[in-house]
């Protein structure tokens, strides 16, 4: 039988309770669709800092190098707030990306049918529904430009650099034209290259490219519209592509639309079939050890995982599916409303009826 060797980091907060219910739905389709599993665990974030001291150990980078897929919960918490920035629970995050060169972040952005009601936005803006594709940059850009706490003209001041070089574009926007080419086809490239100079980089590279995609039809959009345009039309978009720090904050908001934070998975990826898979929400130290949380997004993020690094398409749509069933008669807290028609349940029960259903 084959078996997959899964690195397994479940951070902080929510993350190890969430994390399980997603290893319960990876073991079952494992059982349903013929394949195993061996997990091995490492320590991420503030949990690795209470243990080592540091929030990235080097035997979590080993561990992640030899598995053929990462499945990552959540880090930080109030606990690591008063870590100097070089140490906090985050850092760990961003260096296990850099570690294994995931520059490439999918972010997909769907209303699952059930949910339509848990949307903010009215059912006609939604329209027949929303099928977004995120496409962020992960390893550039302010994130990882140098970082200045300093003084100037004798007054404190801080400093962040944004840098981006035409290969790290060109090889996001790679990605994004051939998902585009999978999808719809059509990309929005989405800069601020009316202040920037990374944008104007940016916009510039991705017009060039455009030519080698005459199928994909290409726009370009100021963020600040990006982000308005997503509560007014969302379904104009299919594949956005953008820098590290405006797809960590557009993909919040697109969340948002698909009704709770709680539902978005990613996939981060690099030049091989490897990746690391996690949900877009955080720790959520406010509910942590409830068992209250949604564990939709981390075990969509299994079905990512066996899509893009296992080659087991036929268990990824069936996880999706059992989730979308799920739905039909069971929510947890943040996705309940008393009329949704729809029992209220916990992490662990929202889990175990996945399983059931796959
Ligand atoms: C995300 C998160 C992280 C990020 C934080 C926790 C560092 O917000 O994955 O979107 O900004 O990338
Ligand atoms: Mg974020």
Not at 39 to 45: D, P, Q, S, Y
Not at 73 to 89: E, F, I, L, M, T
Not at 196 to 225: F, G, I, Q
Not at 326 to 352: Q, S, W
Request: hydrophobic share 40%; glycine share 8%.
């Amino acid at each position: 039988m084959k078996s997959y060797q899964i690195a397994v980091l479940e951070g902080d907060g929510i993350g190890p309770e969430i994390v399980g219910e997603a290893v319960k739905v990876l073991k079952k389709a494992g059982e349903r669709f013929g394949f195993n599993v061996e997990l091995t665990r490492a320590l991420l974030g503030g949990a690795a800092i209470d243990e080592t001291g540091v929030p990235l150990p080097e035997e979590t980078v080993t561990v992640c190098k030899a598995a053929d897929a990462v499945l990552l919960g959540a880090v930080g918490g109030p606990k690591w707030d008063s870590q100097p920035g070089a140490n906090r629970p985050e850092k760990g995050l961003l260096g296990i990306r850099k570690a294994l060169n995931l520059y490439a972040n999918l972010r997909p952005a769907v209303i699952f049918a059930p949910l339509r009601d848990a949307s903010p936005l009215k059912p006609e803006i939604i329209g027949e529904s929303m099928d977004i594709l995120i496409v962020r940059e992960l390893t550039g850009g302010i994130y990882f430009g140098e970082h200045t706490t300093g003084e100037e003209n004798g007054v404190p001041a801080a400093w962040d650099v944004e840098k981006y070089s035409l290969p790290e574009i060109e090889r996001i926007a790679r990605v994004a034209f051939a998902m585009a080419q999978k999808r719809n086809k059509r990309l929005c490239s989405v800069d601020k290259s009316n202040v920037l100079d990374t944008s104007r980089l940016w916009r510039k590279t991705v017009t060039e490219m455009a030519k080698e995609y005459p199928d994909v039809e290409v726009t370009h959009m100021y963020v600040d519209n990006c982000a308005m345009q997503l509560v007014r039309n969302p379904a104009q978009f299919d594949v956005i592509v953008t820098s590290n720090m405006f797809g960590d904050i557009l993909s919040d908001e697109a969340s948002m639309i698909s009704g709770s934070i709680g539902m978005l998975a990613s996939a981060s990826l690099g030049d091989s079939g490897f990746g690391l898979y996690e949900p877009i929400h955080g720790s959520a130290p406010d509910i942590a050890g409830q068992n209250v949380a949604n564990p939709l997004a981390t075990i969509l993020s299994v079905a990512m995982m066996l899509r893009y690094s296992l080659d087991e398409p036929a268990a990824a749509d069936a996880i999706e599916a059992a989730c979308a069933k799920a739905l039909e008669t069971a929510r947890t807290p943040d996705i309940y409303t008393p009329d949704c028609g729809a029992a209220k349940v916990t992490c662990t029960e929202m889990g175990d009826l996945v399983t059931k259903l796959l």
